[in-house]
C-alpha cells in the first residue's frame, strides 16, 4: 500500500504546483501584452514566492522517481526534448525576472524574456502532459518510441489547453493582487478566458477516449460517481468565477479557478487510476522496493509541512494589493572612531586563503568519503563522522570569516579597492 502513498504524494505536489506556479507563468504571460509600466508590478508580484512555487515540482519529480522509477523508465525518455525545454525556459524566466527587477538598462528585453520563457515553460509542460496521456510507445516497461513522438496533435492540444489555464489563473491572481486593471477590464479579460479554458477542457475531454489507448471503465458505479462529481464541482466553480470577474471580494476568481483545477485533475484521477501510464502501467508494477517506499514517504512527508508553511508565510507577508515601494535615503555609514591597526590588505588575504585551503580539502574529502558510507561500503567511517568532519569544516569557515570581519580584513579591502 505504500506505492499509493508515494502516488497521492506525486499527485499532491503536482497539484500544487499547477495551482501555484500556474498563476506565475500566467501572470508572466499576460505581461507580454501589458504596457511597459505595468510589467515591473507584474514581476514585483511574481517574484514574492515564485521559488517556493517551483518546490512542488521538485518535490513530485523526487517522488516519481525514488517511489515510482517505473514510470521515468517510460516516460523520460519520451519527452526528453518537451522537458529540457521546459528546464531552459525556467531558467531563462528567473533570469528574466531578476534582471528586471536589478537591471539599469535593457529592461524591455528582460520584460520580454521573463514573458516569453513563461509562455515556452508552460507549452513544454503541456506538451509533456499529452504525452503521458496518450501513452508513450513501450514494451514491457521500456520505452520503444522515437526523439519525436511527444509532437502529436493531442499534444499540441494538451499545450494550449494548458496556456489557456494559466492565463486565467494569472487574471485572477491579478485582479487579487494589484489596481491596475479597471472592474470593465477585468470583467472582459477573465471572463473571454474563462470561455476559452472551458472549450478547451470540453475538446480535450471529447477527444481524449480516441487519443488515449487505456479503456476507462465508466461502467463503475464507484468510478463514474466520482468522475461526475469532479465534473459538477468544476462546472459550479466556473460558474463562480464567471461571476467574480470584475467583482468583489477580488480573491473569489482565483479561489474558483484553483478550484477547478483541482477537480480536473481529479476527474482525471478517477478516469485512469490506477494506471499511470498508459496504456497499462500501474502503480504497483511502476513502485520501487517497499524499504524504498518507506524511506520516501517519511521523508518526502516530513519535508511537505516545511514547504507548506513558507507558502503560507509568504501570502501572509504580502497579503493585500501590490504597492510601489517608497524609495527611502540609506543610513549614513558609520564612521570609524579608532584607527585601522590590522595586517595589510596582502597579508589579510594570504591569511585567509591559507586558512581555506584546508577547509576546502576537509569539505572534498567529507564528500569522496560520503559516497562509500552511503552507498553501503563504510570503511573507514561512518554517517556521524561524515556529518561531524562537514558540520566542523563548515563551522571554521564561518567563524574564520567572522573573526577576520571583526578584524577589519574585509574594510581594508575595501578600502584598498577604493583608493585604487
Given at each position: 500500500?505504500?506505492?499509493?502513498?508515494s502516488y497521492a504524494l506525486v499527485?499532491?505536489?503536482?497539484?500544487?504546483?499547477?495551482?501555484?506556479?500556474?498563476?506565475?507563468?500566467?501572470?508572466?504571460?499576460?505581461?507580454?501584452?501589458?504596457?511597459?509600466?505595468?510589467?515591473?508590478?507584474?514581476?514585483?508580484?511574481?517574484?514574492?514566492?515564485?521559488?517556493?512555487?517551483?518546490?512542488?515540482?521538485?518535490?513530485?519529480?523526487?517522488?516519481?522517481?525514488?517511489?515510482?522509477?517505473?514510470?521515468?523508465?517510460?516516460?523520460?525518455?519520451?519527452?526528453?526534448?518537451?522537458?529540457?525545454?521546459?528546464?531552459?525556459?525556467?531558467?531563462?524566466?528567473?533570469?528574466?525576472?531578476?534582471?528586471?527587477?536589478?537591471?539599469?538598462?535593457?529592461?524591455?528585453?528582460?520584460?520580454?524574456?521573463?514573458?516569453?520563457?513563461?509562455?515556452?515553460?508552460?507549452?513544454?509542460?503541456?506538451?509533456?502532459?499529452?504525452?503521458?496521456?496518450?501513452?508513450?510507445?513501450?514494451?514491457?516497461?521500456?520505452?520503444?518510441?522515437?526523439?519525436?513522438?511527444?509532437?502529436?496533435?493531442?499534444?499540441?492540444?494538451?499545450?494550449?489547453?494548458?496556456?489557456?489555464?494559466?492565463?486565467?489563473?494569472?487574471?485572477?491572481?491579478?485582479?487579487?493582487?494589484?489596481?491596475?486593471?479597471?472592474?470593465?477590464?477585468?470583467?472582459?479579460?477573465?471572463?473571454?478566458?474563462?470561455?476559452?479554458?472551458?472549450?478547451?477542457?470540453?475538446?480535450?475531454?471529447?477527444?481524449?477516449?480516441?487519443?488515449?489507448?487505456?479503456?476507462?471503465?465508466?461502467?463503475?458505479?464507484?468510478?463514474?460517481?466520482?468522475?461526475?462529481?469532479?465534473?459538477?464541482?468544476?462546472?459550479?466553480?466556473?460558474?463562480?468565477?464567471?461571476?467574480?470577474?470584475?467583482?468583489?471580494?477580488?480573491?473569489?476568481?482565483?479561489?474558483?479557478?484553483?478550484?477547478?483545477?483541482?477537480?480536473?485533475?481529479?476527474?482525471?484521477?478517477?478516469?485512469?487510476?490506477?494506471?499511470?501510464?498508459?496504456?497499462?502501467?500501474?502503480?504497483?508494477?511502476?513502485?520501487?522496493?517497499?524499504?524504498?517506499?518507506?524511506?520516501?514517504?517519511?521523508?518526502?512527508?516530513?519535508?511537505?509541512?516545511?514547504?507548506?508553511?513558507?507558502?503560507?508565510?509568504?501570502?501572509?507577508?504580502?497579503?493585500?494589493?501590490?504597492?510601489?515601494?517608497?524609495?527611502?535615503?540609506?543610513?549614513?555609514?558609520?564612521?570609524?572612531?579608532?584607527?585601522?591597526?590590522?595586517?595589510?590588505?596582502?597579508?589579510?588575504?594570504?591569511?585567509?586563503?591559507?586558512?581555506?585551503?584546508?577547509?576546502?580539502?576537509?569539505?572534498?574529502?567529507?564528500?569522496?568519503?560520503?559516497?562509500?558510507?552511503?552507498?553501503?561500503?563504510?570503511?573507514?567511517?561512518?554517517?556521524?563522522?561524515?556529518?561531524?568532519?562537514?558540520?566542523?569544516?563548515?563551522?571554521?569557515?564561518?567563524?574564520?570569516?567572522r573573526r577576520d570581519r571583526r578584524?577589519?580584513?574585509?574594510?581594508?579591502?575595501?578600502?584598498?579597492?577604493?583608493?585604487?
Amino acid at each position: 500500500m505504500l506505492e499509493y502513498a508515494s502516488y497521492a504524494l506525486v499527485l499532491f505536489s503536482l497539484a500544487m504546483y499547477v495551482v501555484l506556479d500556474g498563476y506565475d507563468l500566467g501572470v508572466g504571460m499576460l505581461s507580454l501584452a501589458a504596457r511597459p509600466e505595468r510589467r515591473r508590478e507584474y514581476g514585483e508580484i511574481v517574484a514574492t514566492a515564485w521559488d517556493a512555487n517551483e518546490s512542488w515540482l521538485i518535490l513530485a519529480g523526487v517522488v516519481l522517481w525514488a517511489g515510482l522509477p517505473g514510470v521515468y523508465a517510460v516516460v523520460l525518455p519520451a519527452v526528453y526534448l518537451p522537458l529540457t525545454g521546459m528546464l531552459i525556459a525556467v531558467i531563462l524566466r528567473g533570469l528574466g525576472l531578476e534582471m528586471h527587477s536589478a537591471a539599469g538598462g535593457y529592461r524591455r528585453g528582460w520584460a520580454l524574456l521573463f514573458g516569453g520563457a513563461s509562455l515556452a515553460a508552460a507549452v513544454c509542460q503541456g506538451l509533456v502532459l499529452g504525452t503521458v496521456l496518450t501513452g508513450p510507445h513501450q514494451r514491457d516497461g521500456v520505452f520503444q518510441g522515437g526523439a519525436f513522438d511527444w509532437l502529436s496533435r493531442y499534444g499540441v492540444l494538451c499545450a494550449l489547453g494548458l496556456v489557456a489555464v494559466y492565463l486565467l489563473a494569472g487574471a485572477a491572481w491579478l485582479q487579487d493582487k494589484t489596481e491596475g486593471w479597471s472592474r470593465p477590464e477585468v470583467r472582459r479579460a477573465g471572463r473571454a478566458l474563462l470561455v476559452a479554458t472551458a472549450l478547451m477542457a470540453v475538446v480535450l475531454g471529447l477527444l481524449l477516449p480516441a487519443a488515449d489507448p487505456q479503456r476507462f471503465a465508466l461502467d463503475q458505479p464507484l468510478r463514474a460517481v466520482l468522475f461526475w462529481l469532479a465534473v459538477g464541482a468544476a462546472a459550479a466553480a466556473c460558474a463562480v468565477a464567471w461571476y467574480g470577474f470584475g467583482q468583489r471580494p477580488d480573491w473569489l476568481p482565483f479561489a474558483a479557478v484553483a478550484t477547478m483545477t483541482v477537480c480536473g485533475m481529479l476527474g482525471l484521477l478517477a478516469l485512469t487510476a490506477p494506471v499511470v501510464v498508459p496504456s497499462a502501467l500501474t502503480v504497483h508494477q511502476a513502485a520501487s522496493p517497499h524499504s524504498s517506499q518507506l524511506f520516501l514517504v517519511l521523508g518526502v512527508g516530513l519535508c511537505m509541512p516545511f514547504v507548506l508553511a513558507y507558502n503560507l508565510y509568504a501570502w501572509r507577508s504580502f497579503r493585500g494589493k501590490y504597492t510601489d515601494p517608497v524609495e527611502r535615503p540609506l543610513p549614513p555609514l558609520p564612521v570609524r572612531t579608532r584607527p585601522l591597526t590590522t595586517p595589510t590588505q596582502s597579508e589579510g588575504g594570504a591569511r585567509t586563503v591559507v586558512r581555506r585551503i584546508p577547509l576546502v580539502v576537509l569539505g572534498i574529502l567529507a564528500t569522496a568519503l560520503s559516497q562509500d558510507v552511503f552507498g553501503g561500503v563504510a570503511d573507514w567511517i561512518g554517517p556521524v563522522g561524515i556529518t561531524v568532519l562537514g558540520g566542523t569544516a563548515m563551522a571554521a569557515w564561518i567563524a574564520g570569516d567572522r573573526r577576520d570581519r571583526r578584524a577589519g580584513y574585509f574594510d581594508a579591502d575595501a578600502e584598498a579597492e577604493s583608493a585604487s
